[in-house]
């Protein structure tokens, strides 16, 4: 049986399109601190792979590391628990300003991996990749190619590292830019005001669980600190400079004014979309925050997934 999927290996988190997502950490060893992380041996090493102390892989051309590969595999791997031996297609991607010179690097070396052995939570898998596409992120418009063919759409995909903002006609892109600095650069900033603040030495994971929980209250080594003015500042910040920058770069025909819809995808566009729908106040009749942001790359490479490699079976696709 040949599998096909869509799979988004984010900086932080590593998700697939049915909602399934795991820290995109990893550490050596098999001590779990999550019940949510996964065993994996690979190459005759033990890893625990989506535990909250784990290293991330802050890289941008990372393909060829252990750590992305590793990423992969596990995604297949739970993306597919039922086989043993798996054969598959994937579409997965890399942010649309660096997609010209990166994707064919990610294809040549995720095509060469050749068949891959793994034991994942004690069962063990044999994994081969054998066809793939390399997609851009921020291509909204692909998860439904005939709902979108003739409209207009601007993307804002507000990641976990970078802002991947598209303009399109139809499926044709006519504008993008990946901006620096998304979901990490907000929580290094409130984490800083937090420290300077009040005093204390705060906790990365911390921030990060305050932040994904919409919480207030930030508890640390000098009990509980009331950070709500300290967190709205921060979200107001970041979004104003962020929506000056892309007001900067896409002007005229290809601004999001000449747009039939404005589309927030992302992970950071939920904490941040009171604040982009006060700043994009002008555009409140087309801008849209799409249903589940944190997974439609994922759907979106899914979809594609499914048009091209659509005679074989697909597990999890929306």
Same mark, same amino acid.
């Given at each position: 049986m040949n599998y096909i999927k869509g799979i988004d290996i984010g900086i932080k988190l590593v998700r697939l399109s049915d909602g399934t $997502?795991?820290?995109?950490?990893?550490?050596?060893?098999? %001590?779990?601190? +999550? *019940?949510?992380?996964?065993i994996v041996t690979w190459k005759n090493n033990e890893y625990v792979v989506g535990d909250q102390d784990g290293a991330i892989n802050p890289l941008l051309d990372k393909v060829d590391t252990d750590h992305y590969q590793l990423l992969l595999l596990t995604a297949v791997a739970v993306a597919v628990p039922s086989e043993q031996v798996i054969n598959i297609s994937i579409v997965t991607g890399?942010?649309? *300003?660096?997609?010209? @010179?990166? @994707?064919?690097?990610?294809? +040549?070396?995720?095509?060469?991996?050749? %068949?891959?052995g793994i034991v994942i939570d004690g069962k063990? =898998?044999?994994?081969?990749? +054998?066809?793939?596409?390399?997609?851009? $992120?921020?291509?909204?418009?692909?998860?439904?190619?005939? =709902?979108?063919?003739?409209? =207009? %759409?601007?993307?804002?995909?507000i990641g976990d590292d970078i802002v991947n903002c598209s303009m399109w006609n139809g499926v044709n892109l006519e504008e993008h830019k990946s901006f620096p600095n998304a979901m990490i650069s907000i929580l290094q900033s409130l984490a800083t005001k937090i420290a300077r603040n009040?005093?204390?030495?705060?906790?990365?994971?911390?921030?990060?669980?305050?932040? $994904? +929980?919409?919480?207030?209250?930030?508890?640390? $080594? =000098? *009990?509980?600190?009331?950070v709500n003015a300290l967190k709205k500042a921060t979200l107001e910040d970041y979004t104003k400079e962020l929506v000056k920058s892309i007001k900067i770069k896409f002007k005229g025909i290809k601004s999001m004014g000449a747009c039939d819809s404005i589309r927030l995808i992302g992970n950071a566009s939920i904490p941040l979309k009171d604040y982009l729908f006060k700043d994009l106040a002008g555009f409140k009749d087309t801008i849209v925050l799409e249903s589940e942001p944190q997974f439609v790359n994922a759907r979106i490479y899914d979809a594609l997934a499914n048009l091209r490699f659509g005679n074989i079976k697909s597990k999890g696709y929306k």
């Open positions: $997502e795991f820290s995109s950490t990893i550490k050596k060893g098999t %001590t779990l601190l +999550n *019940g949510m992380a996964h890399v942010p649309i *300003g660096f997609w010209g @010179s990166l @994707s064919q690097k990610f294809y +040549n070396t995720i095509i060469n991996m050749g %068949t891959q063990k =898998k044999s994994i081969s990749i +054998n066809d793939c596409i390399i997609f851009a $992120e921020s291509c909204f418009p692909y998860i439904d190619q005939h =709902k979108y063919s003739l409209l =207009k %759409t601007f993307v804002i995909d009040h005093s204390v030495v705060v906790d990365a994971m911390s921030i990060d669980y305050l932040m $994904e +929980n919409d919480l207030d209250i930030y508890y640390g $080594e =000098k *009990g509980a600190i009331d």
